[in-house]
């Protein structure tokens, strides 16, 4: 599977910036594809795949978004990472 990473966080920035809303959408719904063509995700997967539904906004299913949303925020809660269990469940 395909990684990409940024040196500082502004660089990442200024291109997804750059792109406009609903191609960052598609993108993340591709993002989602990917996830889950990689086989039943662990928590971690189950975080990604919420965060990019989340950000697919009205692409995604809602019911979905919610339901994932939901476990990662349980899982995270789980191991005592509050900030992302928040995180998961607020955005």
Known sequence: MASYAFRHALVREALYSDI??????????????????????GPGGVAATAVHLRLAGPLADQAKVISLSTRASDAA??????DEAVAQACT
């Open 20 to 41: 406009s809303q609903p191609r960052r959408q598609s993108l993340h719904m591709r993002a989602v594809a990917a996830i889950e063509a990689a086989g039943p995700p």
């Open 77 to 82: 809660a789980a191991v005592y990472a509050w």
